[in-house]
């Protein structure tokens, strides 16, 4: 075990985690941050994204030890009007993937807050959607302003 | 009155000969076309839980004193464990019990697929729980791997007896029809890839087993578990919630459901086991591949004389020998039509029902070949299957069949074919194509609903189902308000847990909706007549000229509009409740779905990339319910079809039967920048005047089963290439280039003048 320190959607937290832990782990273990999903647990799928400085990382291969920088996850952003976007244009099925989508979009709009429908193929490609909400992600993040 | 008949069942296109109570259901059909509330677009009542991360899947119960289990797995394709020794695991740090072959149900000594699971270990931590697994001692003896089905076929190794169908006379037909055609279609194993891996949590209290599970049908998983631990039905409690993603996989309990309620019995504490994605991809069922030898006959008119076909599903270890001849059967009128159908048993994971399981594949194949005969009689494709129009189901007529209107609103995207042509260049060729669907999706009963209407007036759906994803709770809700003349937001659905509602039925086979849908409208008619009663009663009025709108009791004349909530609160705390059943689905019916696709794709030809540019999807389901939803429905079967046809495939070693793909990066699912730029989603939306108090049928699968064939045809319109195997990969694209383009220069110098 090893002291960890981490800052999540504004508060701080000294933990005890052992090295090697991913940054998703004590989010949902340590944390009780379950709105992250773990899906993969390989970086392969988007669903655990999270930003760390605002930038999308894959939290599930991210070490926490190795974090430098405020880390958002979606309990952060649950006022965040993409929420409502999502909600209107039902970009949402199961809804597994959708916590990772969105925090993966609300990088992309605080980048870039009028993408284009190609800026957000780009953008969102790391987030897989088995249910194929795809189209109604597109349309969530187009009109995210209302 | 309570009522006992014989009746048909249909899941999936298996159908049982079943008893059942069913209960009356006198509520005539609402008008078609869009209602107050049933037919307008809602957003999903759970969705800003679902997109806030606070809806609570399996994978996010967490139980005190809760511990993980791992399980261990067989690394060959069919092996006997000699010996296994699971002290060395036990001794490690946080190992709280380990579990062998014949401990828990679907732990075997005999491993017949690679990933099968053999032994368990339940540890504080998943990662200690792993080191046990890795710590555990086995011995194998190898058994001999068979992964090839014809062999499979030869050697009569078969999950169950070859079913064969004949009607009419195919030999004479055949050998009488002015064109024959004939192909071989090969398509792929798919994987279902549920995000939620599948898991369950097991607790026991006293007696009482809780079992929360990630499943699309609480009540299966009830029986199932049950029965396997010789348990009273009401001691085990069934938890769902929210669950993600199911596609057919996840219809009742498997080894992980089994593993945890043993290693929970054993340590005393809750148990978790959850499958990793790894494991999803070697043990938690997929979607069977299929070899189909088809041959059709037609005379020259284009009418359709003889299809005949030999399917080959490659079931793999287990599972069961889906209709991948059904679509031959029932989608075209044709007197002379012979199936026989195989289901190998094979060294290799096993199948499970994947959204419209063999549809999907008997599809591609038939709507190929039936495209391949429209080139060989020079027949327009929408024409050939206007000639050949089924109006019975082999004699039976349909409940209700719209196909026609669906072709008649497909012209306008087939006609672009040649503005699509138009836009061809030397390397990126461009064409359209379709393909029509079949498929059941009638739902039926039992299913049970309660309505509980509150002195504040608003109500609340009970009912012990689930929600896959697919906007359940959104459809019931808006079905409760229809009924009750209350606005939505003042209805709210309870589902997701044995132990807090009535019966309700599998959501899989298209069925949530038109099974649950007319059990909801009946619960809440119940409570609707109540209050009508009680507003009779103090108004001093007559119960048949009163009426519930807007959320309030309206007298005919209009002297009288009393809110619900004041109607109701008369009572005080007391409370209406009204209980609804699924009513018998109509006798001497088929009930079918139906549907056409219109795709347009661009080849290029030196590369063989294939991308879907247009894809219009028409569908004939009866009523729509939530017409925003649907079209999520739509899009997300049209979506998973083109992984299933472009890029997703499962591979094996051939040797050994290990499975190669076993990551998201092997394993190809379509991302968003895979999707094409227009899908269009068309209902017919008239209400099946037979079926049920709702006239609905289901929509989960429809849109994945025409998809495959229309990209094909499209393929073919484009290029005028072939192509028989799914996934239509670039090796397969280029392969089928190159034999048309051999094709055509056969036929030039056939049909060239002799040199001079």
Redesign the interface.
Known sequence: MSELRLTVNGEHHVLDAPVGASLAHVLREELGLTGTKVACNEGHCGACTVQVDGVPRLSCITLAHAVEGEVTTIEGLREHPLVEAFVRADAVQCGYCTPGQVVSAAALVAANPQPTREEIRHAMAGNICRCGTYPKIEEAILSWQG | MARLIRTEKEVEGRFEEVWIVVEEDPLEQWPAGPLTVVGRPA??K????????????T??I?LPGMLHAAVLRSPHAHARVRRIDLAPALALPGVRAAIGPGEAHGLEAEAGFSGAPVAAVAADTFDQARAGVEAIEVEWEELEVVLDPDEAVRRGLLNDEPRRTERGDVDRALAEADVVVEATYRTQTVL??????HQAVCEWQGDTLHVYISTQFIWGVRQAVAETLGLPEDKVRVVCE????G?GSKNGPDEYTFVAAELARRTGRPVRCAL??REEHTSAGNRNATIQRLRAGARSDGTIVALDGEFTNSLGWSGWNASTEGPMKMLYDCENVRTVTYGTKLNTPPMKAFRAPGFVEGTFGLECLIDELAAKLDVDPLELRRRNYASSNEGTPFSSKNLEDCYRRAEPHWERRHEVHARSDAVWKRGVGMASQIWYGGGGPPSYAWVRLGSDGRATVITAMQD????TRTAMAQIAAEELGLPIEHVEVVLGDSARGPYASVSAGSSTLPSMGPAVRAAAADAKRQVIEIAAQRYHLEERVLDIRDGAVLSADGNLSAPVHEVVGLLEEAQILGKGARGPNPTGMSVLTFGVHVVEVAVDVETGEVRVERVAAIHDVGRIVNP??A??QV??????GIGHTLSEDRLLDPETGRILTT???AYR?????D?PPE?VCEFVDRPDEHLTNLGSKGLGEPPIVPIAAAIANAIRDATGADVHELPISREEMLRALREAETRQREKEKRGAPAAV
């Open positions: 957003p999903r759970d969705g800003a839980e679902r997109v806030r991360g606070e809806a609570r899947y994978a996010d967490r279902h890839n549920s995000l939620e891996t929210f669950m993600g993603g596609f990793t994605r896959i994803g697919t906007g925003l939803g079209s999520s899009e997300g079967g049209v979506i998973q990551s998201l990066d699912m379509p991302t968003i920048a999707v899908i």
